[in-house]
């Protein structure tokens, strides 16, 4: 087949020859390639959605004989980002074997475990449930997607029908069942019922394709894709309309984000009833069509029809009856008309468990939804992690299109609420579940810091990270903040210019980390500066900048970040990274030991006072920090150097050895002492943290 580049105008086609060609004949190289760029278009199938396989041919290790075997994506993997690790490598013979073995529908569970036993490389990740639907067939390259298009054929009324009129006698068609064993055999029986066509559609599902070759699997894979997406666009020209036309106006998309920053903690609290949750918003023109629609109503609680949708979204959204012009700076008002919504879902959610659980069916999970619908301003989500609730918002989008398509080809179906609790509540899913890592200690919770840009503040966002949180890093500098969120992986951070002495500043942080993460959980205040002065040398601008960026800035972080806690109702932590300086008198450094002790002692009002909000407040006292240290770059290194009789080079040395410990204090100490604090020291507060090597006159008792 020609490998010249094809044209396509619903997907992408992403082949480059070079690089396949740089493979040379590895077969598994090649598919593993073909993944990666069909799992690079969300169209064609989301992050964990859909499977892939080849067969090679291979020496048995015990006979020496040639053997066919076949590598596929293993379970809980990701096309997108597979490689060999991700794959299970099989033995074809032996699991068609399995065929002689296999007793009926209520044998699937065991035939999962025999898989292990069609083992061909011990290296092998775990075969997956969808194992069988790509070893009883014969191609060498196969594609199991989920593309939205042929979602939503698969899960259009009448769905045969219409596959037979887009792709005639060239494609088979199966209708829906739980992905398992007999499902690959009915996919070698449609086939043996329809030699020479190109792929099946599988009920209210997905999409079975393939090729003799790597470029042939994708080639065809694309072309399938392309002919339903052409047919339902021509559709929705023939009908004119789509989800029954608009019965909400958008507001204005700054508005949208503006109501979303101040309703996503309200959301989130009222989400994380039972887990605390993470969230994600996306206001995009496909969200907006679907959710500002006359046919919402209809179709929100009719739920997904796909697997890998429902799994992710449960089977339906929440969506609110707040109108979009709707005052939210009332909290409590609003949280009123919130709250009987949440308890009808969550009441749903049991009465839908309770009918459709069996004997063996795990415990109920959280009742909370994971897609809120607000009309006229977007779509929140809420998971256990950004990665997870970002994930969950794209599925949901996937099947808004779904939506979109069955309802212009004829009208959309979706499964019975048995065959969703059957899959949701699947003994395989459950154990896949609890294959789960462990969480972190901050897992689940939203950390900003100020002065993150580099030193102590971005140590700080390291170690809060490395243990699972989420960092919003916040600099007057953007250029640091840039190169600082750089180094994380995605859905770890984000970052937002911030002057802590400019309320509006501190406002537009917050802003970015509800919108981002849905609120904020750990608030760390290091952003700072040092003057090292006589008194007579201090000038009214030295004072001034120490008390506007450490105390004012302090207070203005704490008043609005209470703001948000109190909305989410789930506590939290306020950190200030103060220095010995506020408990010991020293030399020149009027300005600095004042602001300091200034900001100890908020410390401990705003915990005297927060702490009916489960809302800690504790300090951590730095004391030469040298090594990595933003502030001592300049002046204040010489200031102090010159205080203390010394060269700068000479001051790290010096500072370690007047502490009882003889230790250098970097800022990944500095960072520890605040872990302690808010991820282990959960019934402190009002507390002094030093890490300093112990000072003496510093100890605070």
Known sequence: MSTSAKTFKYVDYLWDQKKADSLGDDQVALFLYRSNILGADLRITNYGGGNTSCKTIEKDPLTNEDVEVMWVKGSGGDIGTLNRAGIAGLYTSRLRDLKQVYQGLHDEDRMVGLFNHCIFDLDSKAPSIDTPLHGLLPFAHIDHLHPDALIAVAAAEDSEKVTKEIWGDTMGWVPWQKPGFDLGLQLEKCLADNPGIRGIVLGSHGLFTWGDTSYESYINSLEVIEMASEYIEKKIKENGVVFGGQKVESLPPAERKEKAAQLMPLLRGLCSSENRMIGHFSDTDVVMEYINSNDLERLAPMGTSCPDHFLRTKIQPLVLSLDKNEDLSDTDAIKAKLEP????????????????????????????????????VGMFSFAKNKQTTRVANEFYINAINVMRGAEAITSYTSLPRQEAFDIEYWLLEEAKLQRMPKELPLSRKVALITGAGGGIGKAIADKLAAEGANVVLTDINEESLV???????????????????????????????????????????????????SLEN?????????QDILVKGQFELAQQSVEIMRKQGLGGDYISIASKNGLVAGPNNVAYGTAKAAQQHMVRLLAAELGKDKIRVNTVNPDGVIVGSKIWEGAWAEGRAKANG???????????????????????????????LVGILDKSTGNIINVDGGMANAFVR
């Not at 009441?347 to 939804?369: F, G, H, L, M």
């Not at 960072?671 to 302690?676: E, I, L, T, Y």
Request: with cysteine; hydrophobic share 40%.
């Open 646 to 676: 010394i060269t700068v080079e000479e001051l790290p040395a010096f500072y370690a050895k007047r502490n009882l410990l003889n230790e250098i204090i970097r800022p990944e100490d500095i960072a520890n002492g605040v872990f302690s």
């Open 483 to 533: 190169t600082a969120n750089a180094t994380y992986k995605r859905d770890v951070s984000t970052y937002a210019v911030c002057d802590v002495t400019d309320t509006k500043s501190i406002a537009s942080a917050y802003k970015k980390a509800c919108l981002e993460f849905g609120g904020v959980d750990i608030i760390v205040h290091s952003a700072g500066l040092a003057i090292s002065k």
């Open 341 to 376: 919504a949440f308890e009808a879902y969550r009441q749903e959610y049991v009465d839908y468990y309770n009918t459709c659980k069996r004997d063996n069916s795990p415990a109920i999970r959280d009742a909370n939804p994971v897609i809120i619908i607000y009309p006229g």
């Open 538 to 546: 201090t000038t009214d601008k030295d004072w001034n900048i120490l």
